[in-house]
């Protein structure tokens, strides 16, 4: 069975700070990975896909980065805003099956 | 190009009631996925509909179902509603299988 970790769980930061978000998962044979973001009380939206082929993705001052041998990938923000405030959430398709698996996200916040 | 809608945006019922949640995929999507976020236990899997049929079911009763109409529209239903059934229920439509999926705004479901 396919677990999605996202760690950490929590992050505060300071306007114009590069971080990273990490995730994890235990299965390798998947066939994308997506990250999201979500605001509060609002649906999800789609930041980056990367398929098992690729390695990385950019848009922006967004990257993903995607290990499938390893089961990792990173998402890195460059000179974070405090509009990039909101939980972010990573989530693998499984191969042989349609839906996706999220991890439980990481809440961030960009302080100004 | 419009977005993933979804209907109603709050819904409040009471304990043994049934519950109607619709969503519209958007243009060109012929896959909808159905999702619910309750509090606490991060976004799980509910149902996948592709060209009118149920392809996949998550971990579920069968008070949970659905049906996908010729439009490629989406109802889930929930019968004899129960108050952990409270939840955010997100709906998802991808062109098709494998592709990127697209979150609507969700529907809040409160059961009493």
């Known amino acids: 069975k396919q677990e999605v970790t996202q760690i950490p769980a929590a992050l505060s930061v300071p306007e114009g700070e590069n971080l990273v978000l990490n995730c994890s998962f235990t299965?390798?044979?998947?066939?994308?990975l997506q990250w999201f973001r979500q605001d509060p009380g609002k649906g999800l939206t789609s930041l980056l896909l990367i398929q098992s082929s690729q390695r990385e993705q950019t848009s922006g001052r967004l990257n993903a980065s995607l290990d499938k041998s390893s089961g990792r990938s990173t998402l890195y923000i460059a000179a974070s805003q405090p509009g990039d405030s909101a939980t972010y959430l990573c989530a693998v398709t499984q191969g042989g099956s349609e839906k996706l698996v999220f991890g439980k996200g990481t809440k961030l916040t960009v302080n100004p | 190009e419009a977005g993933v809608t979804q209907s109603p945006t709050h819904l409040i019922k009471t304990r043994g009631q049934q519950a109607t949640l619709r969503c519209s995929p958007i243009?060109?999507?012929?896959?909808v996925y159905w999702y619910q976020q309750a509090l606490g236990l991060g976004l799980q899997f509910l149902l996948w509909y592709d060209e009118g049929e149920e392809r996949n079911r998550g971990n579920f009763p069968p008070r949970f179902s659905g049906r996908q109409f010729p439009n490629y529209s989406s109802e889930l239903n929930v019968n004899a509603l129960e108050l952990e059934d409270s939840a955010l229920y997100l709906c998802?439509?991808?062109?098709?299988?494998?592709?990127?999926?697209?979150f609507g705004p969700g529907t809040r479901l409160t059961v009493t």
């Open positions: 243009s060109g999507h012929t896959s």
């Open positions: 299965d390798s044979a998947i066939y994308n």
């Open positions: 998802a439509s991808s062109r098709t299988i494998f592709y990127e999926q697209y």
